[in-house]
């Protein structure tokens, strides 16, 4: 196509038919059409927050409106009037606005948001307008009218809309070059903001989903381009082998969810062993899992894996005088509370004409009647008579009057029955006026304050219509779940360690360990190199492998101990390292770079375990130390790069364990982040306290369930857990529950006797509830009585829990406390009490964890034997640098 021309011949070549140019006529059909599809279509209006066809939809309800419901296909081919489209797309668009539940009160089957089920045909399924409709959505006298698309009927330019609706029912749309996506926010929450303007108040709005969920909302970015949700199902654990999904992320249905569960589950991803669906009026998937596996780890994997987390990307864009605009949504709510002031003014002008009119009539009639002008018209013969002598009679009498008595106003008065006259009661039309009079004073006054009254006005929609309407979506920022870290290990890992082969198709070579086919794997080799790479069927890392595993990207407790020889011919050296982060498929030389270097021994420590070695020499000259033990606990943790501390100068003959190590790393400093609800190693929170491999965690429940757990990043939590601390197994815990069998107070002191098992220590009756729970040693506990009517309350009782009741079995009942009415009971300071102390981490004879990758001086290690060379002494160690020597960034 030359010079933007298209040519169409009409018939075959040289047959002498006319050629028609349509030289740019696509670019303006193009404009023309993308111009429709924005305003016509796909975009709703800031005035009243609706698209053309819901506009159509509601002003054809409207119509058609007695109070009774309506069939669905009578209301869309009424529509059809003002919508020239088909009934189709006219019967989804209603069905999506009935499904809102906030204009349409609605009959039948309309389909259901959670399942995803379609709604029934239109001729099966009845509709009328809400009250919430019928009171914001429309007004006659306040509505501008223009003509339909054939000219026959009158429809609204914008429907006078006195409410935020855009942003209470969200709107998305896909236009021509452009889209909106506006989430659905709370109905109390959006009229709160709405008063919270008009007072002059800042405000922030956060969107509210009807099918629940959980939501991070912190880069929301008011709804602006750019801006981010991520939208979680709320997930709990049944029991030790199901969880229930009760709640489901906005934009989902639980049929997509459950395909998307089973299909990472095929993936491998996670594991399951069925699903069932019993969602009816809520949501309710029960997820079995397979003995074994964890359901914390699964819950953060169905997160990972599955829609059970999605992220939606907000985009405001609307309508206004035609053209697109792009705002945020805290400026539609202030655009769409000012319009309703405006609104609200309008009608409260009409109103005001409306009353006044009312009164000049009232007035007229009155001064007409009582003063008996209809009298003077007996005589005139002619209807210009009759005027002039109800016009002259008048005169006398209208200097009170608000406008000038006009020729329709007498004419008005000729229509007065005989019979009304004969029944006049003056009182009664001078109360009326008087009414009248004080409507006309109140309405005034709201104009004069209109702020105050358009305060009222949203004041009295939250009153009517906001029962029920409360949030539905839980606000909570998230924690990033690491996708390596709760994904199953779908495969397993071989290795050809004389080849230099790893991958998961070598099944006849050597077992590793199981994977998943997201990890990556470290592999160490004989000569000193190290390399971290993918895992892949099979893939080449270097021959003499000696170690493989699975690598875990930040993990400073991990500490590999080696002995190495530097060259064919060279001095042996020993070091201690962490390998936190490196360069995927970069080649790392552990030890000098010199050729012929050996790896003497060589071992990977989860818990910084130090094993004791035994070196044995080869006899060469006349060394008589031929044997001696080295014992890794001396040796400080260094970088990867550093050369280590020097063993000796001789020819090594083999390296031997010993003894195997115990770990050399301070105990764990884990905090508690109650905003995410989970633990973390990053100084996030409540400290929990320092913990070593056996401790545990102690977690009371509200409901009188306790137990013990291993202090896991990936544990989840109850939202009813009233103690969380960690656990120690001497000291007892006091409790004061009500028994709902013999409605009485009881006091039980216990220990916990079942490590990871969760029981239950009040009784399980209906009505039995925990009152207080004390981990303290010494508890006190103040318990305040019922005053009795005629009586004087007794006095405050002190209970010392320690000397009340023994240490008894957690299943039993426990002492009553008090047979008199208890109000209410009270922990107060507990007892000095010195508990056995721990040992702190300080005075412990082990290497901190942030030592690991420190860079200090090269000093090599003075050691001792023959020709001063054989055994290491010195604790210091040789430094180096803890980054790539090539200076390359480390990634992953």
Not at 525 to 541: A, L, N, Q
Not at 608 to 619: D, H, S
Request: proline share 3%; aromatic share 8%.
């Amino acid at each position: 196509m030359e010079n933007d021309e298209l040519n169409i011949n009409n018939g075959e070549e040289n047959n002498g038919d006319t050629i028609t140019r349509v030289t740019g006529m696509y670019k303006d059909w193009f404009l023309d059409y993308a111009s429709y599809v924005i305003l016509e279509r796909a975009v709703p209006a800031i005035e009243d927050g609706f698209k053309p066809v819901q506009r159509r939809i509601m002003q054809s309800m409207k119509d058609l409106d007695d109070g009774r419901y309506n069939k669905v296909a009578n209301i869309v081919g009424h529509t059809m009037q003002y919508h020239p489209h088909g009934d189709a797309s006219i019967a989804d668009a209603m069905v999506q606005i009935g499904q809102k539940d906030l204009l349409i009160d609605t009959q039948g089957n309309w389909g259901n948001i959670l399942t995803g089920d379609s709604a029934a045909a239109s001729r099966y399924i009845e509709a009328r307008i809400s009250k919430f409709g019928l009171d914001v959505v429309y007004n006659p006298k306040i509505t501008e009218w223009q003509a339909s698309y054939d000219g026959r009927r009158k429809e609204p330019v914008n429907l006078p809309v006195m409410f935020p609706l855009l942003l209470a029912q969200g709107g998305e749309g896909i236009a021509v070059g452009l889209s909106t996506k506006i989430l659905p926010h709370n109905f109390n929450e959006l009229i709160e903001a709405s008063i919270k303007h008009l007072k002059g108040k800042r405000f922030t709005l956060l969107p509210d989903f009807p099918t629940a969920g959980i939501a991070d909302m912190t880069n929301y970015n008011d709804g602006n381009r750019g801006g981010k949700v991520r939208v979680r199902a709320r997930i709990s654990q049944y029991d030790k082998n199901i969880l229930v999904i009760t709640e489901i992320p906005f934009g989902t249905t639980t049929s997509s969810l459950i395909d998307s569960i089973l299909k990472a589950n095929d993936k491998g991803k996670i594991r399951i062993k069925k699903i069932e669906d019993n969602t009816a009026a809520e949501v309710e998937i029960l997820v079995h899992l397979p003995s074994g596996i964890s359901p914390d780890k699964t819950i953060d994997a169905l997160y990972a894996f599955t829609n059970c987390e999605t992220s939606l990307s907000p985009l405001g864009c609307v309508i206004e005088e035609n053209k697109p605009l792009f705002i945020g949504v805290s400026e539609m709510l202030r655009r769409s509370t000012d319009n309703t002031v405006e609104l609200l003014k309008s009608e409260l002008e009409i109103k005001l004409r409306e009353l006044q009119e009312q009164w000049h009539y009232a007035s007229l009639e009155r001064i007409f009647i009582e003063n008996r002008i209809y009298r003077d018209i007996e005589e005139e013969e002619t209807w210009e008579g009759v005027i002039a002598a109800i016009d002259k009679g008048l005169k006398p009498h209208i200097k009170h009057l608000k406008r000038k008595v006009t020729e329709e106003d007498i004419t008005r008065l000729t229509e007065i029955r005989i019979k009304r006259i004969s029944k006049f009661d003056i009182d009664k039309a001078q109360q009326k006026i008087e009414a009248l009079e004080g409507q006309i004073a109140e309405v005034k006054n709201h104009l004069d304050n209109l702020i105050d009254y358009a305060i009222a006005y949203f004041t009295r929609l939250k009153k009517d219509y906001g029962k029920g309407r409360e949030r539905k979506t839980e606000i909570r920022i998230f924690d990033d779940i690491v996708a390596t870290k709760v994904v199953i290990r779908n495969t397993k890992l071989y290795v050809n360690r004389e080849e230099g082969f790893v991958g998961t198709s070598l099944r006849r070579d050597e077992y590793v360990c199981d994977c998943s086919d997201i990890d990556n794997i470290i592999v160490f080799t004989e000569e000193g190199k190290m390399m971290v790479t993918k895992v892949d069927s099979k893939t080449f890392v270097g021959k003499n492998i000696i170690h493989v595993a699975v690598f875990k990207k930040k993990d400073n407790r991990t500490i590999y101990n080696m002995i190495y020889r530097d060259g064919s011919r060279g001095p042996s050296y020993m070091k201690r390292f962490a390998v936190t982060g490196v360069t995927r498929d970069k080649e790392y030389d552990l030890a000098r770079g010199n050729k012929g270097s050996k790896v003497w021994h060589f071992s990977a420590n989860p818990n910084g375990e130090a094993e004791v070695v035994t070196i044995l020499l080869r006899q060469v000259g006349s060394i008589k130390k031929l044997k001696w033990d080295i014992d890794f606990a001396d040796l400080a943790i260094k970088g990867r790069g550093v050369k280590g501390n020097l063993v000796t100068k001789n020819s090594i003959k083999r390296v031997e364990l010993k003894e195997k190590g115990v770990s050399t790393l301070k105990p764990r400093k884990i905090w508690f982040d109650d905003t995410v609800q989970r633990l973390n190693v990053d100084s996030r929170g409540e400290l929990m306290g320092e913990f070593r491999g056996e401790d545990k965690l102690l977690i009371i429940r509200q409901d009188g369930t306790i137990k013990t757990i291993t202090p896991e990043i990936t544990a989840r939590f109850d939202d009813n857990m009233i103690v969380l601390e960690k656990w120690i197994p001497k000291k007892p815990i006091s409790a004061i529950y009500f028994d709902g069998d013999k409605q009485r107070y009881y006091v039980k002191r216990f220990l916990i006797e079942n490590e990871s098992k969760e029981e239950k220590f009040i009784t399980d009756h209906s009505n039995s509830q925990l009152e207080i729970v004390s981990t303290d040693w010494r508890p006190v506990a103040e318990v305040e009585f019922t005053k009795e009517r005629g009586k004087e309350r007794k006095p405050n009782y002190e209970v010392n829990l320690e000397e009340f009741i023994a240490i008894k079995g957690i299943s039993a009942l426990g002492n009553q406390l008090s047979k008199e009415k208890i109000n209410q009971i009270n922990l107060k300071d507990p007892l000095p009490y010195d508990p056995p102390k721990e040992v702190p981490a300080e005075e412990m004879e082990v290497v901190d964890e942030e030592t690991v990758d420190s860079v200090k001086s090269d000093t090599d290690l003075k050691v001792e034997g023959n020709n001063s060379e054989n055994t290491t002494k010195n604790k210091d160690s040789s430094g180096g640098p803890a980054v790539d020597e090539d200076g390359q960034a480390k990634l992953f």
